[in-house]
């Protein structure tokens, strides 16, 4: 762990706060958790969000955390757009050399992903496009590395995009808090939430979603752990 992580933790925040770290994996509705998350101060909770590089194994290991995450196509096309926007309107960041030629050889995140698995030039340049364009090169289960087992290091919760209120509730539940999702003010302004219109942008095919269930067949595998950890920690009747 890094002296400048040690020392955010070790100076804490006035009125004796509990600390929880939102371990922040890119695409995952990380925005409006936070906006949420800023929100306990007043019950008692200070959520710290991690940058994008902090790893599980870098947390102090006695710090409570919660992460969320998402099926792993959607957070795919999610990136690719998302990049190819340089991250506009909420941010900007400007695209490296690899980036740029990744969006000069392929327009829609559709292309690339049919052409992934191809033996010719434009798969191996696929292959390296996918690898170069943030967002899309790590998957879910590279913030684990080091760590592995869910078991031996627990979050307080997961919170499932695709379920998001859902599992929002149930992180306030066992964070001690008398509250839910209606309880707190979301952030509907689609650059305050920095949430994106993806209707205009061409469809997955079926072959970009089989080559995509391929590349990403770790995520889909630690995925699936997640809901299974969620699963025995949560049983339904």
């Not at 992460?67 to 506009?88: D, E, L, V």
């Not at 049919?114 to 090169?137: M, N, P, V, Y």
């Not at 080091?146 to 599992?167: A, C, K, M, T, Y």
Request: glycine residues 6%.
């Amino acid at each position: 762990m890094s002296g400048k992580m040690a020392s955010q933790f070790a100076q804490g925040t006035p009125g004796k706060l509990r600390e929880i770290a939102f371990l922040h994996i890119g695409k995952n509705a990380g925005t409006q958790i936070m906006h949420l998350a800023q929100q306990l101060m007043v019950h008692g909770i200070h959520v710290h969000k991690q940058p994008h590089t902090i790893k599980l194994c870098e947390l102090p290991g006695k710090l409570d955390y919660f992460f969320s995450i998402r099926n792993p196509i959607a957070r795919f096309k999610s990136g690719f757009y998302s990049r190819k926007r340089k991250g506009q309107p909420r941010l900007y960041v400007e695209w490296t050399k690899s980036e740029a030629l990744a969006f000069e050889t392929f327009e829609h995140a559709n292309d690339l992903a049919e052409a992934l698995f191809r033996s010719d030039k434009i798969g191996h340049l696929a292959a390296q496009s996918i690898q170069a364009i943030r967002h899309t090169s790590m998957q879910q289960i590279d913030w684990f590395e080091r760590v592995g087992f869910l078991s031996l290091r627990p979050p307080v919760w997961i919170i499932r995009q695709e379920n998001f209120e859902e599992d929002f509730n149930s992180l306030l539940t066992r964070m001690g808090l008398p509250l839910s999702c209606n309880d707190l003010q979301p952030a509907n302004d689609p650059t305050a939430s920095h949430r994106s219109d993806y209707s205009q942008t061409i469809e997955l095919s079926d072959l970009a979603k089989d080559n995509l269930g391929r590349w990403y067949a770790r995520d889909f595998v630690f995925y699936d752990l997640c809901v299974s950890w969620m699963r025995s920690n949560n049983p339904q009747p």
